[in-house]
Each structure stands twice: as structure tokens, then as C-alpha cells.
Nanobody, 114 residues
Framework: QVQLVESGGGLVQAGGSLRLSCAAS????????MGWYRQAPGKQRELVAR???????NYADFVKGRFTISRDLAKNTVSLQMNNLQPEDTAVYYC????????WGQGTQVTVSS
């Protein structure tokens, strides 16, 4: 059973920064990719950033230059550094891992005030 536990969400003013972390049960190297998605109220869940097993990174256009995803294979974590946050970044952020099945964390709330 794969467990993903997110942490690091919270309330921040526009222009501020947060760092999200996702801790996985067991080695994250077994996953084909790990990433972060977000879902704002009334909207569909959307990809924010992902990193493949080989280290390739992809970002949604709306976060390029502001967010950075990184994996720590020693700690079995994947993090999302979010800088210059804007009110439109307000959402629940979910950690995702792709293995034999997609796995999801429980989500962490990020709220950006103007």
C-alpha cells in the first residue's frame, strides 16, 4: 500500500513563498513519475509540475519560473518550492505518484491573500 503525505501548506500573502513536501512510504525511485496537482473550488484538478524517474521536469505554463519541483531519493520525498505566489494559486495541492497505479495524497490547502 502506497501512502503519500503532504505538508507545508498554509496562508501567505501575494508575493510570498511556500514549500510543499510529500513523503512517500518506501522508495520513490519505483515510481515512473511524481508530481503535484492542484484543484481550486469549482475547477478541475490540474497538473502543476512533475518529475520523471529519469529526472525530466515538466511545469504548467502558469507556474514556470515561479515553482520548482525536486525529489530527494534519500528521504523519499518530493517537494514543490513556490515563489511569488498569487491569489490565483489558491487551491488544494495534491501529491501524485505514478506506478502500477496512480496514487494520491490527501491534499494540503494553499491560500494566497491579496
Amino acid at each position: 500500500q502506497v501512502q503519500l503525505v503532504e505538508s507545508g501548506g498554509g496562508l501567505v500573502q501575494a508575493g510570498g513563498s511556500l514549500r510543499l513536501s510529500c513523503a512517500a512510504s518506501g522508495s520513490i525511485f519505483r515510481f515512473n513519475a511524481m508530481g503535484w496537482y492542484r484543484q481550486a473550488p469549482g475547477k478541475q484538478r490540474e497538473l502543476v509540475a512533475r518529475e520523471t524517474r529519469g529526472g525530466s521536469r515538466n511545469y504548467a505554463d502558469f507556474v514556470k519560473g515561479r515553482f520548482t519541483i525536486s525529489r530527494d531519493l534519500a528521504k523519499n520525498t518530493v517537494s514543490l518550492q513556490m515563489n511569488n505566489l498569487q491569489p490565483e494559486d489558491t487551491a488544494v495541492y495534491y501529491c501524485n505518484a505514478v506506478g502500477d497505479s496512480p496514487y494520491w495524497g490527501q491534499g494540503t490547502q494553499v491560500t494566497v491573500s491579496s
